[in-house]
């Protein structure tokens, strides 16, 4: 039988899966949206699309590094609601993060 640590990393990783694929086809959706988004951006600031790809993620994770900024008025409005979107999807992942904790000390 497992010890305490491995225990709960094997429980918190079954329940953290499993729930990433009860709520996967929202991911999906949001990473979608969030790369569409960016080919806009990237369409009207006349970027690569490996540029506007970057840009996107970089921007709806918050990292936002500086090296791509947008400068036309819809690109701006867009990097908001990428950004905006970015949160929803973080907040997603870390709230399955904390229900899989959550079951998984309840477990051991």
Do not use: Q
Not at 47 to 52: E, Q
Request: charged letters at 15%.
């Amino acid at each position: 039988m497992e010890t305490g640590p491995v225990r709960f990393t094997l429980e918190f990783a079954r329940i953290f899966f499993s729930d990433l694929g009860y709520v996967g086809p929202i991911l999906m959706f949001l990473i979608v949206l969030i790369s569409l988004i960016g080919f806009v951006i990237g369409r009207c600031e006349g970027w690569s699309k490996s540029d506007a790809v970057y840009h996107a993620f970089i921007n709806a994770t918050t990292v936002g590094y500086g090296d791509l900024r947008p400068t036309k008025k819809l690109s701006k409005m867009l990097a908001v609601a990428n950004a905006l979107i970015g949160l929803v999807f973080t907040g997603i992942v870390v709230a399955v993060g904390i229900h899989a904790v959550e079951h998984a000390l309840k477990a051991i």
